[in-house]
Nanobody, 126 residues
Framework: QVQLVESGGGSVQAGGSLRLSCAAS????????MGWFRQAPGKEREGVAA???????NYADSVKGRFTISKDNANNILYLQMNSLKSEDTAMYYC????????????????????WGQGTQVTVSP
């Protein structure tokens, strides 16, 4: 059974940094597309950063140059390093995955992801 558990959220002031983690179990990262998504109150869920099974990275324009997605294959952990945080980054952040038998590359297409974590809240104060 695939499980994704996020952690690392919290409250920070604008300009600060946070690192989110997503611990996965039930599958191997090497055969999965992984992504980070977020949803602010009253808004639709949107893609933030994604990694294909081959390591290709995609970022939303709003976070390019500030956020970095990475993974620790040995420990099955996905990370999102968030720097220079802005108040508009405030949202619930979700880790997501879709498995593949071979190569997987779905980018920030939210509907392509099958497994979701419970989310971790990030609040950025001005």
């Amino acid at each position: 059974q695939v499980q994704l558990v996020e952690s690392g959220g919290g409250s920070v002031q604008a300009g600060g940094s946070l690192r989110l983690s997503c611990a996965a179990s039930g599958y191997s990262y090497s055969s999965a597309c992984m992504g980070w998504f977020r949803q602010a109150p009253g808004k639709e869920r949107e893609g933030v950063a994604a990694m294909s099974s081959g390591g290709i990275l995609n970022y939303a324009d709003s976070v390019k140059g500030r956020f970095t997605i990475s993974k620790d294959n040995a420990n099955n952990i996905l990370y999102l390093q968030m720097n220079s945080l802005k108040s508009e980054d405030t949202a619930m952040y979700y880790c997501a995955a879709v498995l593949a038998n071979a190569y997987c590359s779905v980018g920030l297409n939210l509907r392509s992801y099958k497994y979701w974590g419970q989310g971790t809240q990030v609040t950025v104060s001005p």
